[in-house]
């Protein structure tokens, strides 16, 4: 068609400024997560990212990592993937098959959660934790339960 731009971005890189920006809203100073649920559609369906609970006065709470539980951030935070799943207002089943941008290769915990929720990919930016425990037995869990992952780059 003549005069149509034809150089607009991708659906992915479109998802993962999304979820880009979600992490923006982080008060984490260490690791800021953002993640975007997006169907098979392009639609977005939800947004999360790494956060204490909202009745939860942030203020109030430690953002630094200590070895008593009590006083280390981990303790308090949700995670980027858990809350975009908390977030959304649909029903659970919409989400099946439904791809998760995350920019930071999701945790055990979370990867549990995303399979639960029946998320089929998992598109993701960084994996700053890569060979980690952790990172391993994600990926276990993700290749166990058919979900698949891959890494985009988005430039700056
Ligand atoms: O799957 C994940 C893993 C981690 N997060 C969040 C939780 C924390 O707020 C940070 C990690 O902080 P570090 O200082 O790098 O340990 O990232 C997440 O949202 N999703
Ligand atoms: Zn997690």
Redesign the pocket.
């Given at each position: 068609m003549p005069g149509k731009r034809t150089d607009v971005i991708s659906w992915d890189e479109f998802f993962m400024r999304v979820a880009m920006a979600a992490a923006m809203r982080?008060k984490?100073p260490?690791?800021q997560?953002g993640a975007c649920i997006a169907d098979a559609n392009h639609r977005i369906l939800s947004v999360g990212?790494?956060g204490t609970p909202s009745a939860l006065n942030d203020d109030e709470f430690p953002w630094e990592?200590a070895d008593d539980p009590l006083l280390d951030?981990?303790s308090y935070?949700i995670?980027?993937?858990a809350n975009a799943i908390l977030n959304y207002r649909g029903s659970n089943k919409d989400l099946q098959g439904a791809t998760v941008y995350?920019t930071?290769?999701?945790?055990h915990?979370?990867a549990k959660t995303l399979v639960q929720a029946g998320i089929g990919e998992v598109v993701y930016l960084g994996d700053?934790y890569e060979g980690t425990q952790d990172n391993l037995i994600s990926k276990r869990i993700l290749d166990t339960c058919g979900v698949t992952y891959r890494q985009v780059t988005v430039a700056d």
């Amino acid at each position: 068609m003549p005069g149509k731009r034809t150089d607009v971005i991708s659906w992915d890189e479109f998802f993962m400024r999304v979820a880009m920006a979600a992490a923006m809203r982080s008060k984490d100073p260490n690791t800021q997560v953002g993640a975007c649920i997006a169907d098979a559609n392009h639609r977005i369906l939800s947004v999360g990212y790494n956060g204490t609970p909202s009745a939860l006065n942030d203020d109030e709470f430690p953002w630094e990592t200590a070895d008593d539980p009590l006083l280390d951030k981990h303790s308090y935070v949700i995670h980027a993937e858990a809350n975009a799943i908390l977030n959304y207002r649909g029903s659970n089943k919409d989400l099946q098959g439904a791809t998760v941008y995350v920019t930071l290769f999701p945790c055990h915990e979370c990867a549990k959660t995303l399979v639960q929720a029946g998320i089929g990919e998992v598109v993701y930016l960084g994996d700053k934790y890569e060979g980690t425990q952790d990172n391993l037995i994600s990926k276990r869990i993700l290749d166990t339960c058919g979900v698949t992952y891959r890494q985009v780059t988005v430039a700056d």
